[in-house]
């Protein structure tokens, strides 16, 4: 995979915006599933990452651009995550 391909991987975030028939509950519920499932393909692709530079050489500056964007992406989804677990220990 090309680094100009990851950007085109990246699915769009659910919205919370508007309350219909599922409730609150349910879209929150759906927001949380889809910032878990974002934790888990960013470190993928840092996996990647960092293992396509296994030679040792310095990293290309695009490069490391892309893993501090994956890294802050994967700490805001952390903290949404946790703080709905926190409101919602059962979840």
């Known amino acids: 995979m090309l680094l100009s391909d990851w950007g085109r991987n990246r699915q769009p975030r659910p919205q ?5 028939d599922t409730g609150p509950s349910m879209q929150a519920d759906k927001e949380i599933t889809w910032h878990r499932e974002q934790i ?8 990647e990452l960092e293992a ?7 990293v290309f ?3 490391q651009a ?3 964007r994956l890294k802050t992406q994967i700490e805001q989804s952390e903290l949404i995550v ?3 677990e926190k409101e919602h220990p059962e979840a």
């Not at 888990?40 to 996996?47: C, K, P, S, V």
């Not at 396509?52 to 310095?58: E, K, L, Q, T």
């Open 16 to 20: 919370l915006t508007v309350m219909d």
């Open 52 to 58: 396509g530079n296994s030679a040792g050489s310095d």
């Open 40 to 47: 888990a393909r960013n470190r993928d692709l840092i996996a």
């Open 66 to 68: 892309e893993l501090d």
């Open 82 to 84: 946790a703080a709905y």
């Open 61 to 63: 500056p695009e490069t």
